[in-house]
């Protein structure tokens, strides 16, 4: 039987859009058995999950290999939709390497992100569901790069709202054109944020996370319960709290060292999703 296991990836970082992300212990898995006379796919997650070819993964293996061999697949889950934790781009990535399994396409990881990305628009998620760990990337019409490094000795709380938002949706309330000095202050948090987590300076990492003018100041009223969380995290002098990529899901990275005392401290807040102390995956898919 062949297994597929891809993390769930949050996005973003703060001032990291589009180009930074970090995968997450939460997984998508694959049992594969074949072959079959047709596609059988079985999973528990409802009924806004197709069972059939409409499937992501399937349509994305069916993409790369239309005449592809049909399987059963066994499908678990604990990504949640639509929240903002990547579960599109772990089911494109789990199809990419349905097919590369079943086909022998031998693809490599760097193959993998350029169909990826191709297909998810950016990489902040796919990245990191492929390599693992914390990753910074990068594309544009030619091609996309990633690198990663390992994050050791971090928890992300994480906070699952109870509603959906649409990435869609999310991403239409921002302009088109940002302001130079809006921008020149992002991208420099943004540079000083992955020099400090390759020097393992994740204080000022933490703190850079919380200086973004790309998004979250759009997106903010989407999202109250990110004020509310990051100024909770505050009290408990912690400074790592962002909008999981497109939201509506919150993150607050913190040490090992001041998770658990954080944790209770943000559970007991009153909002009505649902909470989560997860590691960093430190491999990909
Ligand atoms: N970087 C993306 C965004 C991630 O913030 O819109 C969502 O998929």
Redesign the pocket.
């Given at each position: 039987m062949l297994t597929i296991k891809v993390p769930a990836t949050s996005?973003?970082l703060g001032p990291g859009?589009?180009s930074i992300g970090l995968a997450l212990e939460l997984y998508l898995t694959l049992k594969v058995e074949g072959p079959q006379d047709h596609w059988q796919i079985e999973h528990t997650l409802g009924a806004d999950v197709p069972a059939d070819e409409h499937n992501l993964i399937l349509k994305t293996a069916l993409a790369l290999i239309p005449d592809l061999t049909p399987q059963r697949i066994k499908m678990t889950s604990d990504i949640p939709l639509a929240r903002g934790l990547g579960s599109s781009s772990s089911a494109i990535i789990a199809g990419i390497e349905l097919a590369n399994q079943l086909g022998n396409l031998g693809l490599t990881d760097y193959d993998k992100l350029q169909i990826a990305v191709r297909l998810e628009g950016?990489p902040?998620?796919v990245a990191p569901a492929i390599y693992g760990g914390f990753v910074v990337a990068t594309y544009d019409d030619v091609a996309a790069d990633a690198i990663s490094a390992p994050v050791e000795h971090v928890h992300a709380l994480t906070y699952i709202h109870n509603e959906e938002l649409l990435?869609s949706a999310?991403?239409a309330v921002l302009p088109k054109q940002i302001p130079l000095a809006e921008a020149v202050k992002t991208s420099s948090a943004s540079n000083v944020l992955v020099a400090a987590v390759l020097r393992g300076q994740l204080d000022v990492a933490f703190r850079m996370m919380e200086r973004d003018h790309f998004?979250e100041t759009y997106r903010r009223d989407l999202v109250p319960h990110l004020a509310k969380i990051r100024a909770a995290a505050h009290e408990c002098d912690v400074y790592g709290t962002y909008l999981s990529?497109?939201g509506p899901t919150v993150v607050t990275l913190v040490s090992e060292a001041k998770a658990t005392t954080a944790f209770q401290q943000l559970i007991g807040l009153d909002l009505p999703g649902k909470w989560l102390n997860l590691g960093v995956a430190r491999q990909g898919m």
């Open positions: 996005a973003n859009f589009d950016h902040d998620n990435t999310s991403r998004h990529g497109a």
